[in-house]
Nanobody, 115 residues
Framework: QVQLVESGGGLVQPGGSLRLSCTASGFIFSRYVMSWYRQVPGKEREFVAGMWSTGSSGNYADFAKGRFTISRDNAKNTVYLQMNNLKPEDTAVYYC????????WGQGTQVTVSS
């Protein structure tokens, strides 16, 4: 059974940091591209960051460049999203996605940036 379980979301003040985790099971994690997306009510889900299976480098949406860092630990079947200097507009549900032919999504974790 495929599972992607996100954690690490919560309430943080503007300028603060959060580290999201997504732990996978039920498929060969190291063969999948892992990505983070986010969605706010009434808007489409948007790409945040992605990383190839080798974990050598990440791709980022423009709003994430310089503030967010994606990383993965294939030994732990986990992908991370370090988010720094958070802004109120970063408030969203954050989802991880695994893709390699098949596509799997996690259930999401809420991130709220507010003073």
């Amino acid at each position: 059974q495929v599972q992607l379980v996100e954690s690490g979301g919560g309430l943080v003040q503007p300028g603060g940091s959060l580290r999201l985790s997504c732990t996978a099971s039920g498929f060969i994690f190291s063969r999948y591209v892992m990505s983070w997306y986010r969605q706010v009510p009434g808007k489409e889900r948007e790409f945040v960051a992605g990383m190839w299976s080798t974990g050598s480098s990440g791709n980022y949406a423009d709003f994430a460049k310089g503030r967010f860092t994606i990383s993965r630990d294939n030994a732990k079947n986990t992908v991370y999203l370090q988010m720094n200097n958070l802004k109120p507009e970063d408030t969203a549900v954050y989802y991880c996605k695994a893709s390699s032919g098949s596509v799997y999504w996690g259930q999401g974790t809420q991130v709220t940036v507010s003073s």
